[in-house]
Every structure is written in structure tokens, then in C-alpha cells.
């Protein structure tokens, strides 16, 4: 089992839609998770981190936190094109050094 | 500076010769990564920096990679007799801390290797 888990996709959704991507992770000693979004071509950027249970909102951004079932997905509304890109699950146990893990991506497509 | 920035952006060098990968990290960030992503691959850790410190080398493919890291600042991944597998986008990213929002890192624009 891989320590960080994402449906490769390609995910197609139409233009002002929700888009819902979803990471699984193994170790239940994770602390902290981000969700990094990379054109293609360029480097990761954050768009958001979470470490409580629950949801946490930016925007039209919302990320969602389980720990108890090991699961944190982002959710996008409103849907854009501009949305188009791979977007990157990171998960970190914290304490003694940081173990940094990363998912290999979910490809969106927003159609417009 | 800015934002983490990487030396050279891209590198085209033929199979057997060495390379040097710089990264200068967000001034004031004490931890530093290096990532290797290959075409339309996920990111692939390779080591990990805290300070000048590498708690964790468990990444690095093979004795053919180190790097190093000095004044707990710049850092360079250098590659000995390169291999056309090597060929990726070399990414370095930088972190203020290890507590909390701290450990958000931010990505450099990378250094794009092509071994011939």
C-alpha cells in the first residue's frame, strides 16, 4: 500500500461545477496535510493546509479532514477553467524530523 | 530574497559527466528538500535538510547523488556520471520550520536536466 494515496484521473468537470479530489493516507501518525496545486510545466504551489478534523474553507477552496478514516479531500466550486491543473496531496508526520510524502497527483480538467 | 530560487533552470549535459544542482532557500527557512519529478510523474523525494544537517538521505537513488547544504542557507545536489535516467526536473523546496504552519514549503522553479 502506498503511504499516500490519489486517483490519478484525469477528473472532468464542467465549467462552475464541484470539483472533489480525494487522498488517502497509511500512517496514522500524520500531523499535517497540504494540497499543492502544479500547472503543468511548473512548480507546486499551495493552495491550502489542514491539520484539525473538520472542514477548513479559503475562498472556493474547502478542504476536509478524517483522520479517524484516513482520508483529506479538496473541494472546488465554482469550477474553472483556470482550476486546470495536477493537484498534489502532502502529508507530513511531524515530530523528530519531518518525513515529507506526497501523492502523485490528480489531473482536473474543467470544461468549459 | 523573494522565493526559493534553483541554478541552472535547465542543463543539457552527456552521459558519464557531473553535475551541480543549486537551490537557495527563502532567507530564514531552516529546512530544505529536494524532489526529483520525472515527465508526468509525481514528486519523488530524495533528501531532506535540516540546517545544515540531513536527517534524511533515504531518498537518493544511488552513491551517484549527495548533496550538501552550508551556513544552513544554499544548498547543492550533485550528480557524478550521469545517466540518461537521470534526466528530470530537479526540484528544491524550503520550509521555516518543523511546527505547524511552519512546514508549508515552497517550491523553486526547478532545474530541467537532460543527460544525452
Known amino acids: 500500500q502506498k503511504e499516500v494515496e490519489q486517483n490519478s484521473g484525469p477528473l472532468s468537470v464542467p465549467e462552475g461545477a464541484i470539483a472533489s479530489l480525494n487522498c488517502t493516507y497509511s500512517?496514522?501518525?500524520?500531523?499535517?496535510f497540504f494540497w499543492y496545486r502544479q500547472y503543468s510545466g511548473k512548480s507546486p504551489e499551495l493552495i491550502m493546509f489542514i491539520y484539525s478534523n473538520g472542514d477548513k474553507e479559503d475562498g472556493r477552496f474547502t478542504a476536509q479532514l478524517n483522520k479517524a478514516s484516513q482520508y483529506v479531500s479538496l473541494l472546488i466550486r465554482d469550477s474553472q477553467p483556470s482550476d486546470s491543473a495536477t493537484y498534489l496531496c502532502?502529508?507530513?508526520?511531524?515530530?523528530?524530523?519531518?518525513?515529507?510524502?506526497f501523492g502523485t497527483g490528480t489531473k482536473l480538467q474543467v470544461i468549459p | 530574497g523573494a522565493g526559493v530560487s534553483q541554478s541552472p533552470s535547465n542543463k543539457v549535459t552527456e552521459k558519464g559527466k557531473d553535475v551541480e544542482l543549486r537551490c537557495d532557500p527563502i532567507s530564514g527557512h531552516t529546512a530544505l528538500y529536494w524532489y526529483r519529478q520525472s515527465l508526468g510523474q509525481g514528486l519523488e523525494f530524495l533528501i531532506y535538510f535540516q540546517g545544515n544537517s540531513a536527517p534524511d538521505k533515504s531518498g537518493l537513488p544511488s552513491d551517484r547523488f549527495s548533496a550538501e547544504r552550508t551556513g544552513g542557507s544554499v544548498s547543492t545536489l550533485t550528480i557524478q556520471r550521469t545517466q540518461q535516467e537521470d534526466s528530470a526536473v530537479y526540484l528544491c523546496a524550503s520550509s521555516l520550520g518543523p511546527s505547524g504552519y511552519q512546514e508549508t514549503q515552497y517550491f523553486g522553479p526547478g532545474t530541467r536536466l537532460l543527460v544525452l
Open positions: 502532502a502529508v507530513i508526520i511531524s515530530g523528530g524530523y519531518q518525513k515529507v510524502t
Open positions: 500512517d496514522r501518525g500524520s500531523q499535517s
